[in-house]
């Protein structure tokens, strides 16, 4: 939990900082620095993405749910941006970072630009 809460502090994100809506743009920014983060911690090289309710073209909208792509299979986690809890999600970062998927629940990419999905 120390180290999600540096993350947090190093980079000015806070855990209820997506309360009053986000889009993609702000979804490429936070996913991109979570996935380096992450990356660095655990040597794994998966990616933390947004995967949205609808795409039109290049735009994203309705539900958006955080999930993690390990690059064959994505698992939505609990989003601390904007559920304002970061002690959920740092127990599904625990369950990736010791092969736990199963803990995880599986969700379906059709269709990916970027750090955000549908």
């Not at 660095?40 to 090289?45: F, G, I, L, N, P």
């Not at 599904?92 to 970027?114: G, S």
């Amino acid at each position: 939990m120390a180290g999600f809460a540096r993350f947090l502090a190093d980079h000015g994100y806070t855990t209820t900082m997506w309360e009053n809506g986000f889009h993609s743009e702000d979804a490429n920014e936070v996913c991109q620095t979570l996935s380096q983060w992450f990356q660095e911690k655990t040597h794994m090289d998966g990616e933390f993405l947004i995967i949205w309710g609808a795409l039109d073209g290049v735009r994203f909208s309705g539900d958006a749910e955080l999930a993690y792509f390990d690059g064959q299979q994505a698992y939505v986690m609990p989003n601390p941006f904007l559920e304002g809890n970061g002690d959920a999600f740092v127990a599904a970062l625990d369950a990736l970072a010791h092969d736990r998927k199963d803990l995880l629940y599986p969700a379906e990419i059709q269709k990916r630009i970027l750090f955000n999905a549908v």
